[in-house]
């Protein structure tokens, strides 16, 4: 299962920036709407928001992204009611897919996580729960059924027999 999370979230530990160099794909967005606030290192984006890289693609109803004083990507943050992330890395079979109210990743702290209603998947490996959190440095996973302001929601895990 090690493999499963270290290949989901590979793509995401690098700032986008990075992905590009070292992929170079273009990074294509679609959406309704954007809010650039330069001053605050923000972006945001909204209405049916479509963000793809690559074999990488993250989706929501409204997309914020976060740069820090380096203006290096810190934080990305994508909502609604079934906010999406897919990675479809080299060599890999199945993508990686997760879904929830809120995905965030954490850049500085190589964490990512899905928020409410929160599942992820690769074949037919699937864990599901109220919130889902990757370490992708320490390879750690924690599933919660909690989730404020909303009812719990039970960890389910199906992991599919080594072939």
């Not at 923000?42 to 690559?54: H, K, L, P």
């Not at 929160?118 to 490996?125: F, H, I, S, V, Y």
């Amino acid at each position: 299962m090690k493999a499963l999370f270290r290949t989901a979230l590979f793509a995401l530990a690098v700032p986008l920036s990075a992905v590009a160099q070292t992929s170079q794909a273009p990074v294509e967005v679609e959406a309704d709407r954007l809010d650039l606030d330069q001053r605050a290192g923000t972006a945001v984006y909204s209405g049916n928001v479509d963000i793809r890289q690559g074999g990488m693609q993250l989706r929501g109803e409204r997309v914020e992204i976060q740069r820090n004083e380096a203006g290096e990507l810190s934080l990305a943050t994508a909502t609604g009611d079934r906010a999406y992330l897919r990675n479809q890395a080299e060599g890999q079979d199945t993508p990686i897919e997760g879904w929830g109210r809120r995905v965030i990743y954490h850049v500085a702290e190589r964490r990512v996580e899905l928020i409410d209603q929160a599942e992820l998947t690769q074949g037919g490996d699937r864990f599901n729960g109220g919130r889902l959190e990757y370490f992708i440095d320490r390879e750690v996973v924690q599933a919660r059924s909690d989730v404020s302001g909303s009812e719990p929601q039970r960890i389910r895990m199906t992991l599919q027999p080594a072939q």
